[in-house]
């Protein structure tokens, strides 16, 4: 039972649009009737359905946003049987953007990598395109600024060609580097607005900038994402990391299935991850494709590439 027009929209979109997600995920038919949905299916399948309804009626009731995304990830959830853990990621703010949104975790790998950032002051964070790990790192430091945990926050991002040459771009190096960390700056710009970060930038207090321009530094006293880091080399990756000063919290981010460094040159990202991962102080979060947060179509397209990749494995496994 939905107990209204508002809960129904909420959980089973605009003219039932929903429906067939549920449908797919659980093996059942709906129908809805009224503020009645009636199940068809196992036995199984149809309590599935219950609790799912009725968590996220409760969460509704709660005044929490419950979306398409929220809804997938409960369907998969209930079958793990772990629905309740829904309540973990759905109370707590991470952030607040600059026009009073609040940012918050879908999914539990989410929840795992925000918690791992705050006791630790070397995260790693690898997984597809769409997980948040850019995102929600710049939330936290964009947090830690505001608390004065820190004196700057620190954006960086090798510059590697993408199939493209720099050197065939218009305009002076800061020109053609510039379309390389723009995702950096979209994401600052929402979480506190273009005035608030012109400001900032010209304190000093928030800097974003090309990978090489690390060399040499230290850096105490601030927040460092390192974005994109599976185009790095283990000789850049290391050179990074030793650039830690007091007082800082680092975040190095990547996707390990979409590195462009040249054919045979191994990934800094995936090198260090295997050099540091026995040391306790430092945190490895693996978000998967059940952690991607974007349109439907991207979590169906990372599903797709690797069964792809899965496949060509093992033909090259079995040629072999």
Same mark, same amino acid.
């Not at 039972?1 to 909420?10: G, T």
């Not at 998969?76 to 609040?102: M, N, Q, W, Y």
């Given at each position: ?10 959980? *089973? +979109?605009?003219? =039932? ?5 549920? #449908?797919? $995920? !659980? ?6 009737? &009224? ?72 999914? *539990? +790998?989410?929840? =795992? ?5 705050? #006791?630790? $002051? !070397? ?6 395109? &769409? ?190």
């Amino acid at each position: 039972m939905l107990d209204s027009m508002e809960a129904s929209l909420s959980l *089973l +979109g605009a003219n =039932e649009r929903n429906l067939p997600m549920i #449908e797919n $995920e !659980l093996k059942v038919k709906l129908a809805l009737r &009224g503020s009645v949905l009636e199940v068809e299916g196992e036995t199984e399948a149809v309590q599935m359905v219950a609790d799912v309804v009725d968590k996220l009626s409760e969460l509704h009731a709660r005044r929490m946003p419950v979306d398409k995304i929220t809804l997938r990830y409960a369907l998969s959830l209930v079958k793990r049987g772990e629905l309740d853990r829904l309540d973990e990621i759905s109370f707590e703010t991470v952030a607040i953007t600059h026009r009073g949104r609040p940012v918050r975790c879908k999914t *539990l +790998g989410q929840y =795992e990598y925000v918690k791992a950032i705050r #006791e630790h $002051e !070397l995260t790693f964070a690898v997984g597809p395109a &769409g997980t948040g790990k850019t995102y929600l790192a710049m939330a936290l430091a964009v947090v830690a600024l505001r608390n004065k945990e820190i004196e700057r926050i620190v954006l960086t991002r090798p510059a590697v060609e993408a199939g493209e040459k720099l050197g065939f771009l218009p305009g002076d190096l800061s020109q053609k580097v510039d379309p390389y960390l723009r995702p950096l700056f979209d994401a600052l710009y929402e979480m506190m607005g273009a005035e608030s970060y012109q400001r900032l930038q010209e304190r000093g207090a928030l800097e974003v900038a090309p990978l090489a321009y690390m060399r040499g530094r230290t850096l105490s006293d601030s927040f460092i994402i390192l974005d994109e880091a599976q185009n790095t080399t283990p000789e850049q990756m290391k050179m990074f990391l030793t650039r830690l000063g007091t007082g800082s919290r680092v975040v190095v981010t990547g996707d390990a299935t979409q590195t462009d460094l040249p054919f045979g040159k191994q990934s800094g990202l995936l090198h260090a991850m295997d050099v540091l991962a026995d040391i306790p102080e430092i945190a490895i979060v693996k978000l998967s494709q059940s952690d991607v947060v974007r349109h439907d179509l991207v979590q169906t397209v990372v599903k797709a590439y690797d069964a792809y990749e899965r496949k060509r494995r093992g033909l090259t496994d079995d040629a072999q």
